[in-house]
């Protein structure tokens, strides 16, 4: 909705539709990522050595914290993620060269660069079995936000 003045009073314009990212705006996601780690370590463990799962599972969180930095930095992004987002864009130069954008949250893509960092070869099997026990432990673990009930309310109203 977007307020107006008019003769100095406010009314409220009713808007036609809203298209929100639910992570973190509808979920609440950060919580519920970080203890989802533990899910990827032991998805990765099925595949790998201990200690490998553990060291790809590292560099997994600590690609994430990189893009999640981002999100609250204005200006130059640090050099940490111009070199994430340069391997997410190799990764997906496929998807990208037939026209669709760059999936910078792919946890697939995400996962992949730390098998690579961590000398393993990203296969599709121990990629697809970490991101999709991170993915149930989300879904299973992120709850609403406490004023989204109020929000939905809101639109259904103005609907």
Do not use: N
């Amino acid at each position: 909705m977007e307020a107006s003045w008019a003769h100095g009073s406010c009314y409220l314009r009713v808007m036609g539709f809203a298209i929100l990212d639910v992570d973190d705006v509808l979920l609440c996601v950060a919580e519920a990522s970080y203890s989802g780690m533990a899910q990827v370590q032991r998805a990765l463990q099925r595949h790998l050595a201990a200690r490998d799962a553990q060291r790809v599972c590292e560099a997994f969180g600590r690609h994430l914290s990189t893009l999640a930095a981002r999100l609250h930095q204005a200006g130059t992004p640090a050099p940490a993620y111009v070199q994430l987002r340069a391997r997410l864009e190799h990764l997906q130069e496929p998807i990208l060269r037939a026209g669709y954008d760059l999936k910078e949250w792919s946890r697939q893509a995400v996962l992949a660069c730390a098998l690579i960092d961590c000398d393993i070869a990203p296969g599709r099997r121990v990629i697809d079995d970490a991101a999709d026990a991170y993915w149930r432990h989300i879904e299973e673990k992120a709850g609403l936000h406490v004023d989204v009930a109020d929000f939905v309310g809101a639109l259904s109203v103005s609907a």
